[in-house]
């Protein structure tokens, strides 16, 4: 049997500040319809990994591939295009707009940019799809809202629509349950898992326990490198990770 091509290929990436190395020459394979995750504690260079898998920042050096093309160096809104959405820590969102205006803006843009309706017919299927976005992560309900009265979870959750609205083949999640009371971290983890059903995904996420139980794959970064990779059963038994984890939550 063959292994599927890789999604997204990581090549010898390195990414310097300076004189400071936050990444310093790491590789790794992603395969299609997975969820994996990059753990790893403070300051390990996760939000560095996922700022140049998201086309936020070049690397130094090395290079990067989506699904056999190497994508380095593309502008960020062309890694939307291809099909790399993100959604990151820090919620997106404007405060001022309904759930509903959030995502259809998210529609459009994705429209817009390809004029894949008509632009009268348009209007009324991009209501549809935004109507249909907010649904898949359990905020139909919740249209009307201005995003500001929003609960943070939700807002999270408003996040993940809009960047479901560029129909993403890989989706990137920067700590997606950064900030959530324990209820809305199940909810924000039982929507991440079915999503991956439908996509590949891959997380970056401070805290082990919470992707143990969902992720196929975890990869551990320590100082800029990958100290380990394998399933959450090998992790857990991994006598470095325990010791880079000790004494954190
Ligand atoms: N723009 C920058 N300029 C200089 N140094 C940076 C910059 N961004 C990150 N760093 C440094 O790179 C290292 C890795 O940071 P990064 O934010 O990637 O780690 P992290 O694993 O995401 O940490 P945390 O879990 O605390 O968010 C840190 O020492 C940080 O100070």
Redesign the pocket.
Known sequence: MTAAAPILEVQGVSKR??K?V??NDVSASFQPGKLSAII????????????VVSGAFPPSSGRLKFKGHDITGLAQHEFARIGIAKSFQITNVFKQLSAHENVRVAVQMRHARYQLFKPRAGMAEVDDRAHALLQRVGLAAHARRPAADLAHGQQRALEVAMALAAEPELLLMD?PTAGMSPEETVVMMDLITALAAERSVIL?E?KMKLVMGICERLLV?HH?EFLAEGTPADIKANADVRRVYLGQG
């Open positions: 500040f300076g400071f936050a990444l790893g504690p403070n300051g390990a260079g996760k939000s560095t990994f996922f700022n700590e970056v401070h970064l800029g």
